[in-house]
């Protein structure tokens, strides 16, 4: 059974930092992309951020980019993110995602096409 746990977050005062990891159970996670989504309250669940296979491309929403690090230890069967320079409006509930496809070379939005999700991790920025 493929689990996916998120750990990281928590409160923290606008341009404080905090680092999310995702680690995965039950599966090797070196085959495919993995990503971060989040969702604040009366929105939809968006991509912030993904890293293909072997880490060697990411993609990174508008409003993150500059700020937000994705990046993955397959040895270790875990990702993170570095969130830096914390907005209000960076608070939401923030999810890792496995992508369905293997050794894929692109990103997708939709998040339907991600087979597996963690439970999510709170992020609450105070202003």
């Known amino acids: 059974q493929v689990q996916l746990v998120e750990s990281g977050g928590g409160l923290v005062q606008a341009g404080g930092s905090l680092r999310l990891s995702c680690e995965v159970s039950?599966?090797?996670?070196?085959?495919?992309?993995m990503a971060w989504f989040r969702q604040a309250p009366g929105k939809q669940r968006a991509l912030v951020a993904a890293i293909i296979w072997n880490g060697l491309s990411t993609y990174y929403a508008d409003s993150v980019k500059g700020r937000f690090t994705i990046s993955r230890d397959n040895a270790k069967n875990a990702v993170y993110l570095q969130m830096n320079s914390l907005k209000p409006e960076d608070t939401a509930v923030y999810y890792c995602a496995e992508d369905t496809r293997y050794y894929s070379i692109t990103f997708r939005m939709d998040e339907d096409l991600y087979g597996y999700w963690g439970q999510g991790t709170q992020v609450t920025v105070s202003s």
């Open positions: 039950g599966a090797t996670l070196s085959r495919s992309t």
